[in-house]
């Protein structure tokens, strides 16, 4: 069966490329014009893949990212021409799972596509929702990893600090999952984003330090004098226990 894409984009030419290209990759679309119909359609129809555009008539993309976010599980891959790092950062902190800058590649945007395709199928077809990302020694189980006050439930997908479960994006949960399953040891931004993202050189290292102050803002007491997240600086992160 062909995964379902829904492309939510005002700018008829831009929408028309992008579904062209993704059919001739044997990928069914759909499309949304405006924001409202954009969200009344994520809700309400099931779809494998949205590309979301921020600027829209209507509900904007950010808001449309935070209501599906709230309501299903599927990867967001924003597609905008919004090029500050704020909206980055709020785009991700909403859920997304890429963002992609306006103009692209439509090769690249293909690639990652099929890229957070295969990487959401292989989660949600494990048996504990994560991918193997290593032993774990000591500081687990086959369901669970428990560090000082972080618990992660791999079972349930569901990370609790201090007893108190907090709630995480996708792409948070898995580098979390894998920089706790890999501790004491410095990762560079380029492994981290192949890693988690899939996506080798294709993607913008800077998500992997967005998604970093995620993370500390969510497990640290003192986000800015982190316990477990280091920066190893000129280097990359390392999670300490």
């Known amino acids: 069966m062909k995964k379902r894409i829904l492309i939510?984009?005002?700018?008829?030419?831009?929408?028309?490329?992008?579904?062209?290209?993704?059919?001739?990759?044997?990928?069914?679309?759909?499309?949304?014009?405006?924001?409202?119909?954009?969200?009344?359609?994520?809700?309400?129809?099931?779809?494998?893949?949205?590309?979301?555009?921020?600027?829209?008539?209507?509900?904007?993309?950010?808001e449309i990212c935070r209501r599906v976010r709230q309501a299903k599980n599927v990867p967001i891959l924003i597609v905008s021409a919004k090029k500050e790092e704020?909206?980055?950062?709020?785009?991700?902190?909403?859920?997304?799972?890429?963002?992609?800058?306006?103009?692209?590649?439509?090769?690249?945007?293909?690639?990652?596509?099929?890229?957070?395709l295969a990487r959401f199928e292989r989660l949600t077809a494990s048996g504990s929702g994560a991918e193997s990302v290593g032993g774990i020694g000591s500081i687990g189980s086959k369901d669970q990893i428990v560090v000082d006050g972080i618990r992660i439930d791999k079972l349930a997908r569901k990370v609790y600090v201090w007893d108190a479960e907090v709630s995480f994006t996708s792409k948070e949960y898995e580098l979390l999952l894998f920089l706790v399953s890999n501790p004491n040891r410095v990762f560079r931004k380029e492994?981290?984003?192949?890693?988690i993202w899939g996506l080798d050189s294709l993607g913008d290292i800077a998500t992997v330090t967005v998604h970093i102050s995620k993370l500390r803002e969510k497990i640290e007491r003192q986000p800015s004098k982190p316990q477990y997240i280091d920066t190893v600086w000129g280097v990359g992160y390392r999670f300490n226990i």
């Not at 692209?104 to 990652?112: I, K, M, P």
């Open 8 to 62: 939510i984009e005002d700018e008829p030419v831009i929408a028309e490329v992008q579904k062209d290209y993704l059919e001739a990759a044997g990928f069914e679309t759909a499309l949304a014009r405006s924001g409202d119909s954009g969200l009344n359609r994520s809700l309400n129809e099931s779809f494998d893949l949205i590309l979301l555009d921020l600027m829209l008539p209507g509900v904007d993309g950010f």
């Open 86 to 116: 704020v909206d980055k950062i709020r785009g991700f902190g909403l859920g997304a799972d890429d963002y992609i800058l306006k103009p692209f590649s439509l090769g690249e945007l293909v690639a990652r596509v099929k890229a957070h």
């Open 191 to 195: 492994e981290l984003f192949e890693r």
